[in-house]
């Protein structure tokens, strides 16, 4: 059995497409988003027979042949544009494919702890995640997370000796570990990554301050200690929303005095604005207005009221 196949990266396969490429299909073929079931990483696939939403098919992964669970129909009409690399799926999955993964589950649990000895021996500076058998391959993937690169030789030597097959190691982010083991976000939830998509925005604290959210990083993080996914969800709304209003900490006239915007709530369409002796006042978007020269007045008429 082969014992060099080990691999510690967080790329592709070197002979993937690049990610940016556009690939075209013709009409001829049908064209799906297909789910990988041990990784929740989503690959889009194409075969040559129409299948049906959540049919379990054996496609081409980055890490080899493996079970993917179809969850639809990518629509295109003629010619179909697809962005990235497009797998051929072999075939759907036959009653002994699925019988096939449900046996490497099992043996999977055993590796895992097999590994996790390994670990534990050779005193490395890693977290196992998860132990996959692939459906077509003798071959046996453990997925990992550390701080840095891991000399893990020595480790592969042993698991060769066990397992008696190809051995590999995949060094993965945070990200990537809640997107494989999954679990409960705060919203109550199955986390975004592992039960949406697997293609996640880049989420920034700007994107927090714009949505007028706590600051405090224990309420805006999730359980991989990263900032919450859904941050990116209503971002782009509230940026469009706040564009045609006046910004939070510019001046605006109320009365005869220059009160300061504190908060712009989208949600319930009001400014709050701060007076000189410390009265805080909620103005509804309705009373603003802007004037030719760009600068924003409080109508009189609420002022009145």
Known sequence: MSSDAAQ?????????????????????????????????????????????????VVAPTRYGMDLGLVLGKLHCEGSCKVKGEVFPIQRP????DLETYERNCEREREAYTVCREKIEKHKL????????YLLDEPKVLFFFTADSRVDFRNLV??????FRMRIEL???GVRDESRVTGGMAVCGRGLCCN??????????????????????????SGPCGRLLCCLAYEY??????????PSEGSRIPCGDELCRITEVNI?????????????????????????EDGKWRIDSSFLEE
């Open 8 to 56: 510690n990266s967080k790329t592709d396969n070197k002979h993937q497409a690049p990610p940016d490429a556009v690939q075209e299909h013709d009409s001829r073929s049908y064209v799906y988003l297909v789910k990988n079931e041990h990784s929740s990483e989503t690959f889009v696939c194409s075969y040559h027979e129409d299948v049906a939403d959540r049919t379990y």
């Open 236 to 245: 782009d709304f509230y940026h469009e929303q706040k564009r045609d209003l």
């Open 93 to 96: 999955a036959s009653q002994e």
């Open 157 to 162: 030597k042993d698991l060769v000796t066990v």
């Open 195 to 220: 039960t949406i998509t697997d293609k996640l925005k880049p989420v920034s604290i700007k994107m927090a301050k714009e949505q007028n959210l706590s600051l405090n990083s224990m309420k805006i």
């Open 125 to 132: 500076d890693m977290k196992l995640i998860s132990a996959h």
């Open 170 to 172: 995949r060094q993965i």
């Open 267 to 291: 949600l319930s369409r009001k400014v709050y604005i701060s007076s000189g002796d410390g009265r805080l006042i909620a103005v509804p978007f309705s009373f603003l207005r802007r004037q």
